[in-house]
């Protein structure tokens, strides 16, 4: 149970009236059974440091309710939270840490105010819907020490590095680029896992966009050395191999790729997937007409061996609870446009510690969104071949323990029946293709538990029950989709 998601209820005494933050919020929860209310009693004395319970407790809490106690709300300011003060007092009714000697100061723009157990729940919902409106900017706001091992304000876990090494020695700072009549530089990171027809084809769709500005494609192998037979290219739509520095892989490969960018804007494509020739034009203006964007999607055109379908994302803004939700076929890697500055200062480098690496570039749009902004460009700019195999078409083992580690990597999806039930569906899809029979029945009783009508469930069934997983997925191909 203390995996689930939570809300913390700082509590400064239990004699009313600071009973409230706590009985509202534990009725609002009866809304949410897979949510836990975690209280917790709080003594403010200003000599001593937050132990680690506490500090432990407001790291892995989704959001914070307290009373209006000043030194609540700094406490949760501190470690990265705009609490949610609740009760129905005014100032002049305030008491600050059991004494009515410590007015009320702390300003208006610092929490959310609810004066009713209905303003609470409002409050409440607002904050699973949007997290990172009840965030405060950690570079405003000093850290209080954090335990090894818990969640810090922005989701990492502490002991492992959320920020990417630094440039590799004697490359020195990042290079000014100067954008071509107005339009900014673009470095393109295609991870190739081979050198092959599909790779030529790849390249000549990125050297055929009708962007304006520049396009720098930067070729990193998953595995091996660069390919050195590749053609120089133009000054407009240069050309290079690059050595894959970090791990093995596809995420190794396209951070190596970050790291030896020259532009502030980066684009993935895969080996194999093509771009159409619009496809870079309208990212660019989508990503210069919202400066407050990290990253633009758009959609695919899936090819399967018989037929074409595309997938559309809606315009505008996909926010961190639309992708707890629904994955989204559209939102592949190949259609990512982002802002270097943004892995390198603040959500960190794609992350290689994802067993075998799937759902890696999931987890990265789950990360960006959950403290930045995410849109989507509302028209197919990517084809993406459905029929070819995946990497990770017979690697169910690693698809299984990536799925699981996505879940206890993100408790938000606890909070989202549909979302949770859908990651689970998969685990229990790789459980029954691995041949684990009893792991896949425990995680579609799982999945059944949480959403009733998720098919995955009901495939994974049938998996168990004989039916080939190649079958199931060469239907799903046909029909451009996947498991």
Known sequence: ???????????????????????????????????????????????VTPDDG?????????????????????????????????????????????SAQHPFSVPDADHVRCATASELADALERALAHPIDFRVNRDTVPRAPVTAGHRNSVGHRQGTPSLPAPRRAGSGPLPTVCPQDGWPDVTTVVAA??????????????????????????????????????????????????????????????????????SDY?????????????????????????????????????????????????????????????????????????????????????????????????????????????RACPEPAVRVPWHLPSPYSEAWQATSSALRWLLSEYPEFGLVRSGYARVAGQVAFAEAAAGHRRAALRWIATTLRSYPIEPRAYLATAIAGGVSPSTILNTLHRRGRGF
């Open 266 to 374: 980066v684009a993935f494509c895969d080996d194999g997937d093509t771009w159409l020739p619009h496809k870079l034009r309208a990212q660019v203006e989508l990503l210069q007409a919202h400066p407050d964007t990290d990253l633009v999607a758009c959609g695919i055109r899936a090819v399967g061996d018989r037929r074409e379908v595309d997938h559309t994302p809606r315009p505008g803004r996909i926010t961190f609870s639309d992708l707890l939700r629904y994955r989204g076929t559209e939102v592949h890697p190949s259609t990512y446009l982002l802002r270097r500055s943004t892995l390198m200062s603040r959500t960190g480098l794609i992350d290689e510690r994802i067993p075998g690496t799937y759902a890696k570039d999931y987890e990265l749009l789950l990360r960006i969104a959950r403290n930045g902004t995410v």
């Open 193 to 262: 896992r081979t050198h092959s027809d599909a790779l030529r084809r790849t390249l000549r769709s990125l050297a055929g966009q009708d962007y304006p500005g520049r396009i720098h494609t930067l070729v990193v192998p998953a595995r091996g050395e660069p390919d050195a037979s590749l053609p120089a290219g133009t000054e407009n739509r240069s050309l290079a191999g690059v050595a894959n520095t970090r791990s093995p892989g596809l995420a190794g490969a396209r951070n190596s790729g970050i790291l030896a960018a020259t």
């Open 1 to 47: 149970m203390q995996d689930r998601p939570n809300v913390l209820v700082l509590l400064d005494s239990e004699d009313s009236p600071f009973a409230f933050p706590l009985s509202w919020t534990q009725a609002w929860a009866t809304r949410h059974p897979l949510l836990r209310v975690e209280p917790l009693a709080v003594q403010h004395e200003p000599t």
């Open 54 to 98: 506490l500090t432990a407790a407001l790291d892995r809490a989704i959001v914070v309710v307290c009373s209006p106690c000043t030194r609540s709300i700094r406490t949760a300011r501190r470690h990265g939270h705009v609490p949610i003060v609740a009760g129905p007092y005014t100032d002049a009714e305030r008491i600050d840490a059991g």
